[in-house]
């Protein structure tokens, strides 16, 4: 993997980081700021599993592990919104 590689994947973490900060000041229902967060979560994890963990050259693990986040954050904004 490149150096070039992971120095964008960290830039992007850097964003969605920031932009999950934004998200909290902007004035709009809890769900929607949940929702939004949560979102962005699952897309940093993404990320981290892609391109930090090199699983983007086993498609199949990550799209494995993708699934099984992306179900136990449906489960937890479930959660959140009882």
Avoid at 23 to 33: D, K, N, Q, S
Avoid at 52 to 65: C, I, K, Q, T, V
Wanted: proline share 5%.
């Amino acid at each position: 993997m490149s150096e070039n590689t992971l120095t964008r994947a960290w830039l992007a973490l850097l964003g969605l980081s920031f932009g999950s900060a934004l998200l909290t000041m902007i004035p709009a229902p809890p769900a929607v700021l949940g929702g939004g967060i949560l979102l962005l979560a699952l897309v940093k994890t993404r990320v981290i599993l892609a391109r930090y963990l090199d699983l983007a050259e086993s498609p199949a693990w990550l799209r494995g592990f993708s699934m099984v986040l992306t179900g136990f954050a449906v489960i937890i904004f479930g959660l959140y919104l009882i």
